[in-house]
């Protein structure tokens, strides 16, 4: 099977604009889930996603919101960016059975 | 409020020895806990993992080990290989309330010394 895949792989966009990043899970797999990671705050938990519904969500301001289709596929949006938006992005996919969740590669977002 | 707490950020270990690696919880709605090792620029990769009505799970050379009276978890992994150096985190989920949100540790940087 193949893993979690996500892309773009790294981004440099400016402050006030939007990005979309967008991440395919584990075929079968019906959870989505985005994580944050930075170097002062480690690894944050954004939203999850679960059948196209929003089933979870973290402390993040409104300008992080994400959806999910209806082949699993979940995109993320941060809009009007701020410099501490410079973060890893990582996605990750689990069946809801394990509770096993599987990571993707990540999206480095760079903010300048 | 960090609900998930790794004490040691690093730990050098020799090779072919045992590394145990540490991990503390205060959020007692936790029921199911896992490991992950992660490489710079790469996104987490699961070890293993253990539900809170077990008290030890194990995967080749990887064991964890959990207390919930201590509310106490670790890691061993005998014996150590360099390929093993990584950060390794811990990381919870409280999945009584359909919860898949994982709670991560800060991450201990593990060193095996060849």
């Known amino acids: 099977k193949a893993g979690v895949t996500q892309t773009p792989r790294y981004l440099i966009k400016t402050r006030g604009q939007q990005v979309t990043l967008s991440c395919s899970p584990i075929?079968?797999?019906?959870?989505v889930s985005w994580y944050q990671q930075t170097p002062g705050q480690g690894l944050q938990f954004l939203f999850e996603?679960?059948?196209?519904?929003?089933?979870n969500k973290g402390n993040f301001p409104g300008r992080f919101s994400g959806r999910q289709f209806s082949n699993s596929r979940s995109e993320m949006n941060v809009s009007t960016l701020e410099l501490g938006d410079s973060a890893l992005y990582l996605c990750?996919?689990?069946?809801?059975?394990?509770?096993?969740?599987?990571f993707g590669p990540g999206t480095r977002l760079t903010v300048t | 409020d960090q609900q998930v707490k790794q004490n040691s950020p690093s730990l050098s270990v020799q090779e072919g020895r045992i590394s145990i690696l540490n991990c503390d919880y205060t959020?007692?709605?936790?029921?199911?806990f896992l490991w992950y090792k992660k490489y710079p620029a790469e996104g987490p990769t699961f070890l293993i993992s253990?539900?809170?009505?077990?008290d030890k799970n194990e995967d080749g050379r990887f064991t964890v080990f959990l207390n919930k009276s201590a509310k106490h978890l670790s890691l061993h992994i005998v014996p150590s290989q360099p390929g093993d150096s990584a950060v390794y985190f811990c990381?919870?989920?409280?999945?009584?309330?359909?919860?898949?949100?994982?709670?991560f540790g800060t991450g201990t940087r593990l060193t095996i010394i060849p």
């Open positions: 990750a996919s689990s069946d809801s059975i394990t509770y096993e969740q599987y």
């Open positions: 075929s079968g797999h019906r959870s």
């Open positions: 996603y679960f059948s196209e519904t929003q089933r």
């Open positions: 959020n007692s709605m936790f029921d199911y």
């Open positions: 253990i539900s809170s009505i077990k």
């Open positions: 990381a919870a989920s409280a999945t009584n309330f359909g919860n898949e949100k994982l709670t």
